[in-house]
């Protein structure tokens, strides 16, 4: 159950990655967009840390799987 929580965050942040890169928003638009801080999005993306369950849940909104 763990393993399986830690590949959905993955592919969270591959997600949000992508749809950052897509729509050309910078790490500090998106944490803004996110209400988190820049220095956040950015452990998230360089696999430091991995958003908690509040985070996710916006995460998923912003990508529309909410």
């Known amino acids: 159950?763990?393993?399986?929580?830690?590949?959905?965050?993955m592919d969270i942040i591959?997600?949000?990655q992508n749809y950052r890169l897509e729509h050309k928003i910078p790490?500090?638009?998106?944490?803004?967009?996110?209400?988190?801080?820049f220095s956040t999005v950015n452990r998230w993306f360089n696999g430091k840390t991995k958003p908690?369950?509040?985070?996710?849940?916006?995460?998923?909104k912003l990508l529309g799987k909410k």
């Open 52 to 60: 908690n369950q509040i985070q996710e849940y916006q995460i998923k």
């Open 14 to 16: 591959e997600e949000l």
């Open 1 to 9: 159950m763990l393993y399986n929580a830690i590949i959905c965050n």
């Open 27 to 37: 790490q500090e638009k998106l944490a803004e967009m996110l209400g988190v801080a």
